[in-house]
């Protein structure tokens, strides 16, 4: 894992947006103050890909810069050939988001499903660059506090870290891959035994020889029983010709049979048809007679009646008359009443109009008083307004002197003038006729008042005479109408002259027109009874002629000719035919009945003849039938015709050749089976063989003993490498040793006394953890089974304040020189001749506002 650049925001103490490209950087110090954010940088990468931070684990929330809503880092980086792109964010309340995206064709896009979400994402990035947090830190990355866990820290956590680095749990995978082959193969063989001893069970050489015996036996029958069907089918068909002519003559026997009973009941229904047709004729004629005289007397009836109508109107014209009559004597009453009251509404009008005229005048006075009486109140209101202003000048006059100031201007009184005692007279005059010329007004605003609410009165009144007046114009029109209207009705119904009494001559026209109207009714009633007479003895006469014409219709269906020559043609001269009358051309029920009894029995004796002659012809098959028993011989039952024998034989046949093709199926599934079998057990064989194969392996496999001599034998190879790093960092002093899963260092100078690397002061475990760090890096390439874990870059951020100058030289020298093949090595530290040592740092400075990064190269 290479990283390519880094991007913050609301990280520690990283407030604002700040980035770090890392193109071009190989070997580089993050240099800066002490709380500066050196080490932030380092943990903002951890975050990115991890999304856990060490010193406070998942509570990355901690970390947000105080006072930001949020924090968000992204992280571009490089495994071998492939880029990647994460971004992830941490809120201050809520849960954290992450975005992993891959280079591709030319933009990033979205690294599969699901890594848009956290937990799909972390296992997508941990399986880009082939560690987990914890190998991580102690191989690419080394924070502080962590530098010396692969030195001194658990074995067991030292052993995991180097499976993930070299790739070792692949042989994990195989233990795991081996075993799953040997359960197959086992289970193939289990099963293929299952298959032996079920399906494949009696499967032998002996049982396809007794199959074999069982297919010939059975081939043999089908054989012969085809043979004997083709002879006694040969019997048959010259059977079948004499069969299908007996067959025939008794078909026609049944159809001469069947046509003789329809004539018999034919027959039978004429006789009964005879004599009832004959009555219901006669009962349709008079009927018939009925119902035109009773037609004759309900046209008499109406034309009375259209003839009344006709003088006089109808019921309803002539009740309607009536009512004008009598309803006469009151309109004229009403035309009187309504005149007289249109003379005294007439007469009244001009009375009211005085009345009103007389109003206008008054209206017209009390305007002018009152408008008199306003103008004497407005000239009281003047003379009242005077006399108070005189009145206030003599009150302010009579309190000032000659030489004082004038109260009002301020200027010096020169003289006063004279007459100061009226002023209170004249006001009080003043008051008098103001208050005299008010009561004035109102009186004539009141009577102004009177005079027009009386103009109003009048003026309804008038109005309300007009109206009543025109009303009743309007009644006594309409009286008039109705009373012309009812006297030329009834002149027009009695002529020039009016009867005396027009209701006692009207009643008795209406008396005379309901005698009619009745008459009427009871010969239209009588008529519709003879019609319904009538049309049911028609339909009776109808109905008997229909059913003669049914019976004659079912003799003349019977196709006696075409009977008669069937059977001629089928018997030859050895049948005589009796004699079968038509009734084509009858229509009289007892010619018809005459002809019907004939044909009955003319038809019954023809099919007795014809059953004669079938019986006659039929003995022929028993001789055929003798023979055909005797071909098939013993196995079949006696059977009654030939035709039951040869279904007999044929289902013989056909149940030999299916068990001939049964047991020739048999034969060959056996063969294919005891084939099968052998394959079966070559087959167990070859997979027992293989189960316990790999059954060994994966035993050894999971003894972990591969694994174990690989982790000791890396173990070895990196405290050997480590050494010549530490004696080169120590000057000679000191080296390092593998052996019981720890390290040990040897000391030059006392003795190559060995003791345990976990007893080393702070410098010396510094140098020594250096030494393992950079002989890591060099060789996890070389003990590595896969290319995942590449170690293309190494931050170190520990120990180097703790070193003297000369130290200090050879550790420098040992870092160039590991990352000149390529490596990016990243130094974290405050010593200042250190960051300027290297070839170009990362410049971290601290400011109130948050840290700021500044790449110098």
């Known amino acids: 894992m290479r990283p390519v650049r880094l991007e913050l925001k609301g990280f520690t103490s990283f407030r604002d947006d700040q980035a770090i490209d890392f193109d071009g950087l190989d070997l580089f110090a993050i240099a800066g103050p002490t709380g500066s954010g050196k080490s932030s940088i380092l943990d903002a990468i951890t975050y990115a890909l991890y999304g856990y931070v060490d010193r406070v684990g998942r509570q990355v929330g901690q970390l947000i810069s105080q006072g930001q809503p949020r924090m968000a880092v992204m992280l571009q980086f490089g495994v071998g050939k492939d880029r990647y792109r994460v971004t992830r964010s941490t809120p201050a309340h809520g849960a954290s988001k992450i975005l992993l995206e891959g280079w591709q064709d030319g933009e990033w896009r979205q690294a599969g499903e ?62 795991k891959l081996t075993g799953e082959i040997k359960r197959v193969a086992s289970a193939d063989a289990d099963a293929n035994e299952r298959l032996l001893s079920t399906e494949y069970a009696g499967v032998t050489e002996e049982a396809v020889t007794e199959a074999a015996a069982v297919a010939d036996k059975a081939s043999a029958r089908d054989a012969s029983l085809a043979k004997a069907e083709g002879t006694i089918r040969k019997l048959s068909d010259r059977w079948a010709e004499t069969a299908r002519s007996v067959q025939e003559l008794r078909t026609c026997a049944v159809d001469a049979r069947h046509a003789g009973g329809i004539a018999a009941e034919s027959a039978e229904a004429l006789e009964e048809l005879a004599d009832r047709l004959v009555d219901a004729r006669a009962a349709a004629t008079a009927s018939a007679k009925a119902a035109e005289a009773r037609a004759k007397e309900a046209v008499k009836a109406k034309t009375a009646l259209d003839k009344a109508e006709a003088d006089w109107g109808g019921a309803k014209q002539v009740a309607s008359l009536r009512a004008r009559a009598e309803g006469l004597a009151g309109v004229r009453a009403e035309v009187t009443k309504a005149r007289t009251a249109a003379k005294v509404a007439g007469a009244s009008i001009p009375k009211l109009a005085k009345a009103l005229e007389a109003a206008e005048l008054a209206v017209a006075a009390r305007v002018a008083e009152a408008e008199a009486a306003i103008a004497a109140l407005e000239a009281s209101e003047e003379a009242l307004d005077r006399a108070t202003h005189a009145d206030l000048v003599a009150a302010v006059r009579s309190g000032v002197k000659v030489g004082e100031p004038c109260p009002v201007c301020g200027r010096d009184i020169e003289s006063l003038p004279k007459g100061r005692g009226r002023g209170a007279q004249v006001l009080e005059r003043a008051k008098a006729g103001h208050a005299k010329a008010r009561g004035s007004a109102e009186h004539a605003s009141e009577a102004l008042q009177r005079a027009r609410m009386d103009r109003d009165g009048a003026e309804r009144e008038a109005a309300q005479a007009e109206r009543e007046a025109s009303r009743i114009e309007e009644d006594l029109a309409t009286l008039n109408e109705e009373l012309d209207l009812a006297e030329t009705e009834l002149g027009a119904a009695f002529g020039a002259k009016v009867p005396a009494d027009p209701i006692a001559v009207l009643d008795g026209r209406l008396g005379r027109l309901e005698d009619l109207d009745r008459s009427c009714d009871a010969a239209e009633a009588a008529l519709a009874e003879a019609k319904d007479e009538r049309v049911a003895a028609e339909r009776e006469r109808d109905a008997l002629t229909a059913r003669a014409g049914e019976v004659r219709g079912r003799l003349g269906g019977l196709a006696v000719s075409g009977l008669a020559e069937r059977a001629r043609t089928l018997a030859g001269p050895d049948l005589g035919l009796p004699e079968l009358p038509s009734a084509a051309t009858l229509t009289d029920a007892a010619e018809l009945l005459a002809v019907a009894t004939a044909l009955a029995d003319g038809l019954g004796s023809l099919a007795d003849g014809l059953d004669e002659l079938a019986s006659a012809r039929a003995e ?60 079966l057990i070559e087959r167990v064989t070859e997979q027992r063989g293989r189960a316990a194969r790999f059954d060994a392996l994966s035993k050894e496999l999971r003894a972990d003993r591969i694994i174990a001599f690989l982790q000791v034998e890396a173990l070895q190879i990196l405290a050997a490498a480590g050494s010549e790093h530490l004696s080169t960092l120590s000057g000679g002093r000191y080296r390092l040793a593998f052996d019981q899963d720890e390290f040990f260092v040897i000391d030059a100078w006392n003795g190559e006394e060995r003791r345990s690397a976990r007893t080393l002061s702070g410098g010396e475990t510094f140098l020594a953890s250096l030494g393992l760090a950079l002989a890591l890096s060099e060789q996890v390439r070389s003990l590595s089974l896969t290319r995942r874990a590449d170690m293309d870059s190494l931050f170190l951020d520990e120990g180097f304040g703790t070193l003297d100058p000369e130290t200090l030289e050879v550790v420098v020298d040992a870092i160039e020189q590991l990352g000149s093949d390529g490596r990016m090595v990243g130094v974290i530290t405050h010593v200042r001749e250190l960051a300027l040592r290297l070839p170009a740092r990362i410049e971290v400075d601290g400011s109130p506002r948050g840290s700021r990064i500044q790449v110098i190269a």
């Open 114 to 175: 699901g890594a848009d979400r956290v937990r799909e994402a972390d296992a997508m990035i941990k399986q880009a660059i082939g560690l987990d947090y914890d190998a991580f830190t102690r191989s690419v990355l080394l924070p502080q506090g962590k530098f010396a866990e692969f030195l001194v820290g658990d074995a067991r956590d030292r052993r995991s870290i180097l499976t993930e680095l070299l790739g070792l749990e692949l042989f994990e995978r195989l233990a």
């Open 620 to 679: 022929g098959e028993a001789a055929l039938l003798a023979e055909a028993n005797g071909i098939v011989g013993e196995g079949f039952e006696s059977a009654p015709s030939l035709s039951v024998l040869v279904d007999a034989v044929a289902r013989a046949r056909t149940a030999a050749a299916r068990d001939a093709a049964t047991a020739e199926h048999r034969l060959d599934e056996l063969r294919a089976k005891l084939a099968n079998a052998k394959d």
